[in-house]
């Protein structure tokens, strides 16, 4: 195809999305309108009002429920996830974008209603409205721009088929999601496009691992305190010696752009049953992100160190640990040159600036593809940076301009991938 032939069929999918977006910003508002808090994690009914958007667009989406032994077990009330496939020509690729519509409950501090979807000054506010309702809306409307321009051309430009994942557990670790659609052999396709939330294409991303440490002492009366045991004391000794770990890691960096050192944070704590009474009995929750370049298992048993070292220095205490949650970093696989390549160009003629590739401190449900071993790119609608959109804060919102243009660049992209 000819220099003017391809820019041709870009101007034809940008025409479509701009006539179309005000319908593309209804869909995000009737996406953002219905809650997904997890926890609690009662998300099938987000499903369920996302299937039927879609069954308006003449798709027929797989609803994939995951049996509800597993979705309690796991601590959430429901999960259905949808895969949506659209075949153009015989042969070629088959490209899978994944955004996932679980988030973080709201929190304090908004001026907008997080459900609302309300629009003011460009700006659309709500829940998951950059992280990543959002990019169910820019691959879903970047595909029907696709399949409007395949049509008019007879289908015989493209090769291949695109399929929607839209899953319901990220915020959990993504193994009910991804990682359950993948297990049960429901997809494997040769490329993937995740949910992003900044300008950059994403190709690395940091590691996590999560666990539960409790500290077990002996109640007591405040007044007699010593025929107690202070499980919070106990607790103050062991946090201040994972704490002091974070000097540590900070003499350990990434050579992954956008990535740095690896951290540590207690994100939650709970523990005694009233104020005149010696604790017995103190948890809390902590996350430490692991650079690429880390190997999980010595982390882990590096924190297991740390913590039973200090529990020793303070006489009486008992500790358990529980892993909760250990996720991989990504890293860039081979074959995934042709679509970073197709994002980045395309995202540079439509921003009208260079497209870095990056790594970022997040972790995702990218890496779930990557151990099935699919090459995958994360990008989507966002702004410059997460901070920017108040992602997973009070007042979450995503530019308009922004969704738009991802739209654009997606689109371009699956054409091109496709052999457009």
């Known amino acids: 195809m000819s220099t003017t032939q391809a820019a041709e069929h870009y101007a034809r999918l940008d025409q479509w999305i701009d006539a179309h977006f005000d319908e593309e910003v209804r869909f995000l508002q009737a996406l953002v309108q219905v809650p997904t808090d997890t926890p609690p994690g009662n998300n099938a009914p987000h499903a369920e009002r996302t299937a039927e958007l879609l069954k308006g667009f003449g798709w027929q989406p797989e609803a994939h429920s995951v049996p509800d032994a597993e979705v309690k077990a796991y601590g959430l009330q429901s999960l259905t996830n949808l895969i949506v496939r659209r075949r153009f020509g015989e042969g070629g690729r088959t490209i899978a974008l994944n955004a996932h519509g679980d988030v973080v409950p709201p929190g304090e501090g908004w001026t907008h209603d997080p459900y609302g979807g309300e629009v003011v000054d460009g700006q659309l506010y709500g829940r998951a409205a950059a992280v990543s309702k959002s990019d169910f809306a820019t691959y879903s409307f970047a595909l029907r721009a696709l399949e409007a321009l395949a049509a008019s051309s007879g289908n015989a430009a493209l090769k291949g088929s695109v399929e929607l994942h839209f899953t319901y557990d990220e915020e959990f670790g993504g193994e009910l999601g991804p990682g359950w659609l993948l297990k049960q052999g429901l997809t494997k396709p040769d490329l993937l496009i995740a949910a992003g939330f900044s300008y950059e294409v994403v190709t690395a991303h940091n590691g996590c691992l999560q666990m539960e440490v409790t500290v077990h002492g002996q109640m007591a009366h405040a007044a007699i305190p010593h025929t107690g045991i202070d499980a919070l004391q106990g607790a103050v000794t062991i946090l201040n010696a994972l704490y002091a770990q974070n000097k540590v890691y900070q003499g350990i960096t990434s050579s992954v752009p956008g990535i740095k050192h690896p951290y540590l944070n207690v994100g939650r704590i709970e523990g005694g049953t009233n104020t005149n009474v010696v604790p017995g009995k103190v948890v809390f929750k902590l996350d430490r992100r ?22 020793a220095s303070f006489p009486g205490i008992r500790v358990e640990i529980k892993r909760l949650l250990l996720a991989h970093s990504l890293r860039p696989l081979p074959g995934h040159e042709p679509l970073v390549q197709a994002l980045q160009r395309h995202g540079e003629a439509i921003f009208g600036e260079p497209i870095p590739t990056s790594g970022t401190p997040l972790y995702t449900d990218v890496r779930l593809y990557g151990a099935h071993g699919i090459p995958a790119a994360i990008y989507g609608a966002g702004p410059r940076t997460v901070f920017e959109s108040n992602a997973k804060r009070a007042d979450e919102h995503l530019a308009l301009a922004d969704l738009r243009r991802a739209t654009k660049v997606v689109a371009r992209s699956l054409w091109d991938l496709l052999g457009g």
């Open 290 to 311: 692991m650079i690429p370049e880390e190997n999980p298992a010595q982390v882990e048993a590096d924190i297991r160190r740390v913590i039973a070292e200090s529990a």
